[in-house]
T-cell receptor, first 112, second 113 residues
Framework: ETGVTQSPTHLIKTRGQQVTLRCSSQ?????VSWYQQALGQGPQFIFQ???????GRGNFPPRFSGLQFPNYSSELNVNALELDDSALYLC???????????FGQGTRLTVV | RKEVEQDPGPFNVPEGATVAFNCTYS??????FFWYRQDCRKEPKLLMS???SGNEDGRFTAQLNRASQYISLLIRDSKLSDSATYLC??????????????FGAGTRLAVHP
């Protein structure tokens, strides 16, 4: 196992609602990134946190936001959910920038 | 043009076959390369890093051709358990202070008895 844990594993929300997803990174890892994976596609980069600061962002609207805590765990928040937000959300933990990434099991979000 | 492109497959091969996957990337300054494996409805798992000199791990061999911006994965003696989607991953040149993983859409492999 990777030592990266995400919660919850599955979630159903209604359009317009808000959701918070959580990730505990692997011990000793200071970099956490979030990815969105739609069915049949590769994961798409949402943003990255490095030592508690947002350290880069992909092509996602501001209603996608996040945090990284002093223990390097992280949250992904999505406001005003849309049907197209339905996807697998993956958290990736890295020991440092530019090293291999290890993924949690993901949170499968369904927006109805 | 997509930043990382893979043949989506599926590749349907019998057990024991040798199969090769290819991947091209658009950013010539890319610095790190990986192959990940993803089982249905599971998270991607690191299969192997790809080094300039090429590297081998058991039945798996990865190669990088920087001049052609091309990465390959060779699987020898395919097993039923190799059935999965194989994701080509590139970390582009370090810019803006962060590195993101750029994924191809994946190549699906189905190994049959």
């Amino acid at each position: 196992e990777t030592g990266v844990t995400q919660s919850p594993t599955h979630l159903i929300k209604t359009r317009g609602q808000q959701v918070t997803l959580r990730c505990s990174s692997q011990s000793g890892h200071n970099t956490v990134s979030w990815y969105q994976q739609a069915l049949g596609q590769g994961p798409q980069f949402i943003f990255q946190y490095y030592r508690e600061e947002e350290n880069g962002r992909g092509n996602f609207p501001p209603r996608f936001s996040g945090l990284q805590f002093p223990n390097y765990s992280s949250e992904l928040n999505v406001n005003a959910l849309e049907l197209d937000d339905s996807a697998l959300y993956l958290c990736a933990s890295q020991r440092d920038l530019n090293t291999e990434a290890f993924f949690g099991q993901g949170t499968r979000l369904t927006v109805v | 043009r997509k930043e990382v492109e893979q043949d989506p497959g599926p590749f349907n091969v019998p057990e024991g076959a040798t199969v090769a996957f290819n991947c091209t990337y658009s950013n010539s300054a890319s610095q790190s390369f990986f192959w990940y494996r993803q089982d249905c409805r599971k998270e991607p798992k690191l299969l192997m890093s790809v080094y300039s000199s090429g590297n081998e791990d058991g039945r798996f061999t990865a190669q990088l051709n920087r001049a052609s911006q091309y990465i390959s994965l060779l699987i020898r003696d395919s097993k039923l358990s190799d059935s999965a989607t194989y994701l080509c991953v590139v970390i582009p040149a370090f810019s803006g202070g962060y590195n993101k993983l750029i994924f191809g859409a994946g190549t699906r492999l189905a190994v049959h008895p």
